[in-house]
């Protein structure tokens, strides 16, 4: 099936430091990749649409400038957490639809983010 | 109110055990999804159903699309089935490929 590659898996981090996230549809082409968050026994909360060669959508709440969003190719979708903040801590994870005569879902392994 | 619930929200059971765990929508849907979460948080994709019923090996997923409602069950239980399980629809709009989360079932399989 449908592979998506997210990188890193773990990643501490300073205040006031960026992180770049990184997913990557490995054996199909992703138009479009969700940005999920998920707070500890929580479930996933949509944090924004990505889409390839266009702006991402943002979801009600949900910082523009702090969580930055390119989509640049057919393959790749990067979320950067800017200026992180110890209450940015969270697990991140991305997805990807893959469109066909119905349309599965791929999830990336996550990246759990601490910031310290 | 959730437009998608689980229930039970924890379920602690012996091992070999008959699983079920409920899923209810309230909007109308393409596709429902039955995701699996274990501890280190990478989700699989255990079905995707519109209809019917569904079945991989000792897991086996039904939807009844009058009453919005969706079934997981799991025959024999292992503690390696232990993971949160997560449902999750689809919207019916043409061209939406948003998924909406139920907030998981906790399964634990106690040896």
């Known amino acids: 099936g449908a592979v998506v590659s997210q990188h890193p898996s773990r990643v501490i981090c300073k205040s006031g430091t960026s992180v770049k996230i990184e997913c990557r549809s490995l054996d199909f082409q992703a138009t479009t990749m969700f940005w999920y968050r998920q707070f500890p026994k929580q479930s996933l909360m949509l944090m924004a649409t990505?889409?390839?060669?266009?702006?991402?959508?943002?979801e009600q709440g949900v910082e523009k400038d702090k969580f930055l969003i390119n989509h640049a190719s057919l393959t790749l979708s990067t979320l950067t957490v800017t200026s992180a903040h110890p209450e940015d801590s969270s697990f991140y994870i991305c997805?990807?639809?893959?469109?066909?005569?119905?349309?599965?879902?791929?999830f990336g392994q996550g990246t759990r983010l601490t910031v310290v | 109110k959730n437009e998608v619930e689980q229930s039970p929200q924890n379920l602690t059971a012996q091992e070999g055990e008959f699983i079920t765990i409920n899923c209810s929508y309230s909007?109308?849907?393409?596709?429902l999804h039955w995701l699996q979460q274990h501890p280190g948080g990478g989700i699989v994709s255990l079905f995707m159903?519109?209809?019917g019923k569904k079945k991989h090996g000792r897991l086996i997923a039904t939807i009844n699309i009058q009453e919005k409602h969706s079934s997981l069950h799991i025959t024999a239980s292992h503690p390696r089935d232990s993971a949160v399980y997560i449902c999750a629809v689809r919207s019916e709009d043409f061209g939406n490929e948003k998924l909406t989360f139920g907030t998981g079932t906790r399964l634990t399989i106690i040896p």
């Open positions: 990505s889409n390839e060669g266009s702006k991402a959508t943002y």
């Open positions: 997805s990807a639809p893959v469109q066909g005569w119905v349309t599965e879902a791929f």
């Open positions: 159903l519109s209809s």
């Open positions: 909007v109308g849907i393409s596709a």
